[in-house]
């Protein structure tokens, strides 16, 4: 069992950045594969980024390729998401998630959620 908190959302215009913070209790933080989803009004839970255990291997879905940037510190038992030239369609709920065993993308791969934080990005 792993609890996590997220932390780091707000109100920000558009062009600018925010750094999501997830921070891990319970479980051995190192074992798990991390990730971040984001949920919109009236849509579907999407994928957004994802991190090995090591951190040595992490994916982007193609929205935000080149704009975020997933990390994490296991000695602070924290992931990380740097989000750079934010834009309006970003705005959502940010939760980070973790699951044992390899990289995947579904969420229903994921074993273990935080409550979410919100992103809004103003035009």
């Known amino acids: 069992q792993v609890q996590l908190v997220e932390s780091g959302g707000g109100l920000v215009q558009a062009g600018g950045s925010l750094r999501l913070s997830c921070a891990a209790s319970?479980?051995?933080?190192?074992?798990?594969?991390m990730g971040w989803f984001r949920q919109a009004p009236g849509k579907e839970r999407e994928f957004v980024a994802t991190?090995?255990?090591?951190?040595?291997?992490?994916y982007y879905s193609d929205s935000v390729k080149g704009r975020f940037t997933i990390s994490r510190d296991n000695a602070k038992d924290t992931v990380y998401l740097q989000m750079n030239s934010l834009k309006p369609e970003d705005t959502a709920v940010y939760y980070c998630?973790?699951?044992?065993?390899?990289?995947?993308?579904?969420?229903?791969?994921?074993?273990?959620w935080g409550q979410g934080t919100q992103v809004t990005v103003s035009s």
């Open positions: 991190v090995s255990w090591s951190g040595g291997s992490t």
């Open positions: 319970g479980r051995t933080f190192s074992s798990y594969t």
């Open positions: 998630a973790a699951k044992t065993g390899y990289i995947k993308y579904g969420a229903d791969e994921y074993h273990y």
